[in-house]
């Protein structure tokens, strides 16, 4: 059974919006997955033109064909589809009426649900992309950029089976030379990828150093503000205690011993007298026993009577 644009396009024609039609349609391109590079080109021309109660149909049959290569391992119509559908489906979506358009996401979330495509396919609508995003053309993240890098080794067992085909199952000796180059490409890229890894190591060891000199210029940094701050507590505290001994020294009244108070309360008078009586007595001391005699005479003997006498 052959392969042509003419018979792929009479049963695109034939196609029914209907699981019998889909599947046997779909097995039928299958069957050619050698041609899935000319195929995917021929479905997106075909979606294009066809009409609008059309398209549907053409979307489920591209669909049945990508699932079914995903669940038996065939990366050729993968490959293929991924490249038109993103385009296709926008230009279809945006023909179709509303209940359409539901079907066609849905159709698109479950291929990112079940990661059929190594780029998940995103449509460009009037509001942006069909997952809400306002950026144009493919939305790529780290993970599918990098399943799409992977898969370069499938690329090359898929050539090298190409050419095991083509020999019918058996290399001869004119394909040497063909080996020949496939095994050098493939040395060349096996070394590519090993000076790859050891840069890679050396900016994660790299990445690690970076991180110790920051760690430890943190913790300095945590030390040092700890200090200043418990300078700042220790002077402030220091304040407070001269501010609280200022205020106390300001409101202490004067306090005085009991012996300075009973002798404040005395009288000044008799201060004097005491004086007096105290000299007396030293005078006494001094006198001598004749004087101190006479002046006991003096003062046993009766007061003289002193007789006036008129002018």
Known sequence: MSFSEDKLKDKLDALEETQDSIVSTSQWVLFH???????????EKYLAKAPVQKKLAVIYLANDVVQQ????????????FNKVLPGALTQA???????????????????????????PIELKTSGGTSNGSSESGLSLSFDDKLKSVGSSAQKFQRFYHE???????????????????????????????QDLTETIEDEIGHIGEREKVTE??????????????AQRIAEEQKRI??????????????????????????????????????????????ETPVEKDDK????????????????
Do not use: H
């Not at 997955?33 to 479905?43: D, F, G, K």
């Not at 202490?252 to 000044?268: A, C, E, F």
């Open 33 to 43: 997955y050698r041609y899935a590079e000319r195929i995917a080109p021929e479905w």
């Open 296 to 311: 006991e005479e003096l003062r046993d003997q009766p007061p003289v009577k002193k007789l006036r006498f008129a002018e």
């Open 216 to 229: 430890a210029k943190r913790i300095e940094l945590e030390q040092k503000q700890q200090e200043l701050e």
């Open 163 to 193: 050419l095991l085909l083509g020999s019918n199952g058996a290399f001869k000796s004119k394909d040497i030379k063909t080996l020949n180059t496939l095994k050098k490409v493939i040395n060349d890229n096996i070394i590519q990828l």
């Open 241 to 286: 205690e001269e501010e609280k001994r200022r205020i106390e020294e300001e409101t202490m009244l004067p306090t005085y011993d009991n012996d300075s108070d009973s002798n404040s309360d005395s009288d000044p008078k008799d201060d004097d007298s005491s004086d007096e009586a105290q000299e007396e007595e030293e005078k006494e001391k001094e």
């Open 69 to 80: 290569s995903r669940a038996k391992r065939k990366t050729e119509f993968i490959e293929a």
């Open 93 to 119: 979506y945006g023909e179709v009426p509303e209940p359409i358009k539901k079907k066609i996401l849905k159709i698109v979330n479950i291929w990112k649900e079940r990661r059929i495509f190594p780029t």
